[in-house]
């Protein structure tokens, strides 16, 4: 018989193994696609944002459906068909020579991103005491940000030779996490109720704290995409080559291995969660802003690590909040809907980005995208400012306490 405190530090093992797979296997392919086909194969930004926002809003926007599923069936049967979904998606992206083909695939990658993505989450909180949520999940952050590095990296090699190597190194990736899981995942119940798909989801949407703080956070997620689409296409054209992308993914990681976990730490015991995570979205604003004004690439070097900055700082703090505001009673519902913020934010950030990428360089106007987008980011943090009730207390002083 397993003891309940080795059965943890087992599942804790475990869910770093998957998520360094499902990293590897997300950034060998995704910061290369907007190179590919914007920079390329001179296909429209808006074109290539079109596709990107499709993935973002089937996975996110359907998570609840997943989630829901999760609480029905299990974690194990979504995950598994989901990764093998998400291989086939990716699979398909070294056939895509149209339009439709690139969003039938980005579609399909993010149906199983929709299967995989919400039942992934409730297993931290099964996996961790409340007391150590936070600095798990800043781990897990390192960890991303150390994988991202390497999969850029990988792909960007990879994207020397041929971009369908990028492609089926990717689903390869996916194919081994979907083994992982098939093998070594027992069949969890993520909720302390099996709960009709129907009812986890009435159950959400009349949560409505947790409802108006998911939608506030599409705001943050406008921000946070631009890591995928015209960061990317800075960097290589200010470069002059896709190898800077991967340096670009190599900061965070610097930033992440350094700072994040110290910086998780430190503020947990000090600041509030909503504070921390207004400081954080409030530093990745003021570098979009000043993006507009640099032309080289010391300077947006400089501005990206202090965007990641502010995202170490938000991020454990987002997700922390999320999770102690799940009902445990449907924790893949809450799951699932808790995307639906990166739903409307990924899509109107790939969307509106690419539309604004090309109206830019078409005006001549290039400082207008980062612009709009600073401005988003201070409606989003006068939102999560005002629709708290105890907004006075946020940047206060306070001893760390537990997430019940």
Known sequence: MVSASRARRLGKYFLLLDNLLVILGFFVVMPLISIRF???????????????GLRQL?????????GSLADRFGARPLIVTGMLLRAAGFASLALADQPWILIASCVVSGLGGMLFDPPRSPLIIKFTRPRERGRFISLMMVQDSAGSVFGALLGSWLLSYDFHYVCWTAAGL?????????CLL????????????????HQVLSDKRFVMLVLTLSGYFILGVQVMLMLPILVKTLAGHAQAVGWMYMLDSVI?????YPLARWSEKRFSLHGRLMAGLGIMTLAMVMVALVHTLLP??????????????????RETLLTSLANPTARGSYMGFSRIGLAFGGLAGYLGGGWLYDLGHQTGLLALPW????????????????????RDAHFEFHPATSLH
Do not use: E, H
């Not at 914007?38 to 990107?52: E, I, N, R, T």
């Not at 089937?58 to 997943?66: E, K, P, R, S, V």
């Not at 027992?186 to 009812?199: D, G, N, T, V, W």
């Not at 612009?371 to 105890?390: C, E, K, S, Y």
């Open 38 to 52: 914007v920079d390329g194969l001179g296909w429209a930004a808006s074109v290539v944002g079109l596709a990107l």
């Open 58 to 66: 089937t996975q996110q926007g359907l998570g609840i459906f997943g």
């Open 174 to 182: 996916f194919c081994l996490a979907a083994l992982c899981n098939a």
């Open 186 to 201: 027992p069949p969890y119940r993520l909720s302390i109720a099996r709960q009709p798909l129907k009812a986890g989801m």
């Open 256 to 260: 992440a291995l350094t700072l994040l």
């Open 300 to 317: 947006l070097f400089a501005l990206i690590g202090l965007f990641y900055l502010g995202s170490s700082l938000a991020v454990p703090a």
């Open 371 to 390: 612009l709009i987008l600073g401005v988003i980011g201070v409606m989003t943090l006068l939102a999560l400012w005002w629709q708290q009730p105890d």
